[in-house]
């Protein structure tokens, strides 16, 4: 009877253990587009690089209605990959032919450093996905400086949770992908 009364209060126990827990979420930018590269200068893509504290798939976010300074991770919900990892596989996909020109030689590279990468609310139910970055386009056949350019990207998170943040990321990566094309375009050094 006492190992009866043990065992029920140990199954009790552990279910009352893992049913507290949230249902554990993973998100990335969805599905990417055609497989067909983008029109466009062959261009190398870098790998993204990013911030120390960037190097996680922790979902951040900020509470800028208490103190922006703090950076805090959804506990339930996580990126497939660090962000700049995420970053590098998509702009690849979409960036001046990026997806055709590894391993062979091209005349201009695309380095880019992320800085931010987060969710902030400006209170409990406004949010906007925030992003970052210094994006550095090497002509390998000029003697001229590198051309850079600061960008920041933000858009309205349609929710204002995880989920939320996940699909202002994602409209995010397409504007970024559009921006650098157009960058691209617009500097002229690319085209052999």
């Not at 990468?117 to 400086?145: C, E, N, W, Y």
């Given at each position: 009877m006492k190992t009866l009364v043990i065992c029920l209060a140990f199954a009790l126990l552990t279910g009352c253990v893992s049913g507290s827990r949230p249902a554990s979420e993973t998100y990335d930018f969805?599905?990417?587009g055609s497989a067909t590269a983008p029109p466009g200068p062959d261009v190398f893509i870098a790998d993204v690089r990013a911030a120390e504290w960037l190097g996680t798939t922790d979902m951040l976010y900020r509470l800028a209605y208490r103190n922006p300074r703090v950076l805090t991770p959804y506990s339930a919900s996580r990126w497939a990959g660090?962000?700049?990892?995420?970053?590098t596989i998509r702009l690849?996909?979409?960036?001046g032919n990026g997806a055709i020109v590894r391993g062979k030689t091209v005349r201009c590279g695309l380095t880019l450093f992320l800085?931010?990468?987060?969710?902030?609310f400006a209170d409990a139910k406004d949010s906007r996905a925030?992003?970052?970055?210094?994006?550095?386009?090497?002509?390998?056949?000029a003697t001229g400086p590198a051309r850079v350019r600061e960008i920041r990207l933000e858009r309205a998170a349609p929710t204002p949770n995880?989920?939320?943040a996940a699909a202002a990321f994602a409209d995010i990566a397409a504007a970024l992908a559009d921006e650098l094309n157009a960058w691209i375009r617009e500097a002229g050094i690319c085209t052999n």
């Amino acid at each position: 009877m006492k190992t009866l009364v043990i065992c029920l209060a140990f199954a009790l126990l552990t279910g009352c253990v893992s049913g507290s827990r949230p249902a554990s979420e993973t998100y990335d930018f969805g599905i990417a587009g055609s497989a067909t590269a983008p029109p466009g200068p062959d261009v190398f893509i870098a790998d993204v690089r990013a911030a120390e504290w960037l190097g996680t798939t922790d979902m951040l976010y900020r509470l800028a209605y208490r103190n922006p300074r703090v950076l805090t991770p959804y506990s339930a919900s996580r990126w497939a990959g660090p962000p700049a990892a995420m970053l590098t596989i998509r702009l690849r996909q979409s960036v001046g032919n990026g997806a055709i020109v590894r391993g062979k030689t091209v005349r201009c590279g695309l380095t880019l450093f992320l800085s931010e990468f987060s969710q902030v609310f400006a209170d409990a139910k406004d949010s906007r996905a925030v992003l970052h970055m210094r994006a550095t386009l090497i002509d390998a056949a000029a003697t001229g400086p590198a051309r850079v350019r600061e960008i920041r990207l933000e858009r309205a998170a349609p929710t204002p949770n995880a989920a939320g943040a996940a699909a202002a990321f994602a409209d995010i990566a397409a504007a970024l992908a559009d921006e650098l094309n157009a960058w691209i375009r617009e500097a002229g050094i690319c085209t052999n």
